[in-house]
């Protein structure tokens, strides 16, 4: 049987960012809730609060008001250390711009989830560049790769280590179109295959159409369309 990823749930969320002296109210009473193995888009204007979110979903952030539930687990309710623990084994990401570490090799990169998760890359590795279509670029730098192909091993970087919800802020933000596209179609067979939860940011409209269902962030509102 597939696995399925975590239900997400926002409940009455208030999020602010204090700035020059002033609050700057980013979320307000914003509610969402997300079935298991959902893939959901988020669309909305620069600085609506879009990557908030991801944060928030995350536990990078917490709320000021609210509950943020990712399954049962009330993320608010954790402390620091039980956050980053739950980020580490539950999450992938993948972000606009890679964030591949530049010193360490594409191996080393998809090493890294699987050594902070505490588990042997067996053949894990292997199997995920096999898929991404890079097995022969495993040795190879970040900065030897083109911006597709990096994103690519961002992709597997996110699923290495078998987290039931994948956040992706822009994955194709910067991207040609074509290209994108095969980085979509990677993301969404292997969010598939693991049955995972997949919440996604982007301006693209082709790309949010391909999803489950598209939420807008929309002055300090989450509406679903
Ligand atoms: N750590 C922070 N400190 C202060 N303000 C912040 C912080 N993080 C976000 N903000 C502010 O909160 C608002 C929402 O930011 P957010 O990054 O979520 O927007 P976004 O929808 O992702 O925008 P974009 O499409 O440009 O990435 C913005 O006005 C931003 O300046
Ligand atoms: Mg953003």
Do not use: C, W
């Not at 588990?119 to 030897?144: C, M, N, T, Y």
Request: charged share 25%; no cysteine.
């Amino acid at each position: 049987m597939t696995p399925t990823g975590p239900s997400i749930a926002l409940i009455d969320v208030d999020k602010s960012y204090a700035e020059g002296g002033r609050t700057h109210a980013v979320l307000t009473g914003a509610s969402l809730t997300i079935a298991p193995g959902e893939r959901v888009a988020v669309l909305g204007p620069s600085g609506s609060g879009k990557s908030t979110l991801l944060n928030l979903v995350s536990g990078i952030d917490l709320p000021d008001a609210g509950t943020v539930r990712v399954d049962d687990i009330d993320l608010g309710g954790l402390d620091e250390r039980s956050r980053t623990q739950f980020r580490r084994d539950r999450v992938g990401f993948v972000f606009q711009f890679f964030n591949l570490i530049p010193t360490l090799t594409v191996r080393e990169n998809l090493a890294l989830p699987l050594e902070l998760k505490g588990e042997d890359p067996g053949d894990r590795i292997g199997e995920l560049l096999a898929q991404v279509g890079l097995a022969d670029r495993a040795d190879s730098f970040p900065d030897r790769l083109s911006g597709g192909e990096q994103q690519r091993v961002a992709v597997a970087r996110a699923l290495v280590h078998r987290p039931g919800l994948i956040l992706a802020d822009e994955p194709t933000g910067n991207l040609d179109v074509d290209t994108g596209g095969v980085v979509v179609d990677l993301l969404e067979r292997l969010v598939a295959d693991a049955g995972a939860t997949l919440v996604v940011v982007t301006h693209s409209a082709s790309l949010a159409e391909r999803m489950d269902r598209t939420v807008r962030v929309d002055r300090g509102q989450l509406v679903s369309t």
